[in-house]
């Protein structure tokens, strides 16, 4: 039911940072460290030339179907050691807190503080060894089984109270973990 019209504009801007260092250890081993940092510099929207561009950098918003979650900044950064045949890694994936659309117009609005998503943090950990053609890898994802924040929540709701969510429309559900910890284990043979 949507009309295409392509009258509009988007400018989306940001940089992505890297850094990775390794390091052999005297005793045997090597340590590694990698992070990466997502800067959103820019995410704006014009329907059609008519109306106003929306800024999006900051806000839970979204503007001619494109991305909805306009992270200031993200990081994602893992710590590594591995020694001859085995190896493990320790993950963090960071995001900031993200203000809800309505906080534009009403910073004191039921949906500016309820439904603001924030800063969120996940770990994960896993390791692997390697023999002859096996290579056999297990790992813990969510390690410390932390829970999506509850939002859109709202107990002085007319007419019946509004109780949380923690994913779908009233959050933003591709950032958030909700199935808590997990774990897994593969095997892979090269042949």
Request: hydrophobic fraction near 35%; charge should be negative.
């Amino acid at each position: 039911d949507r009309l295409f019209s392509n009258a509009g504009l988007s400018s989306f801007e940001g940089v992505d940072l890297a850094l990775n260092w390794s390091r052999q250890l005297d005793g045997g081993g090597n340590l590694n460290l990698s992070t990466t940092a997502i800067i959103n510099l820019q995410e704006v929207t014009q329907a059609v030339a008519d109306i106003p561009a929306i800024h999006h950098k900051g806000y839970d918003s979204c503007g001619l179907q494109l991305q909805c979650q306009n992270y200031d900044y993200r990081v994602f950064t893992t710590i590594g050691y591995g020694r001859g045949m085995w190896n493990m890694s320790l993950r963090h994936q960071y995001w900031p807190a993200l203000d809800n659309n309505a906080c534009r117009t009403n910073t004191t609005s039921n949906a500016c503080i309820n439904s603001s998503p924030p800063a969120y943090g996940l770990f994960a950990m896993s390791g692997a060894f390697q023999f002859d053609r096996y290579r056999i890898q297990a790992g813990i994802e969510n390690l410390l089984d932390e829970e999506p924040p509850c939002l859109g929540a709202n107990p002085a709701n007319q007419g019946f109270a509004l109780e949380c969510s923690h994913g779908g429309l009233n959050a933003p559900g591709s950032t958030y973990d909700p199935l808590g910890r997990r774990y897994f284990i593969s095997m892979t043979m090269d042949f």
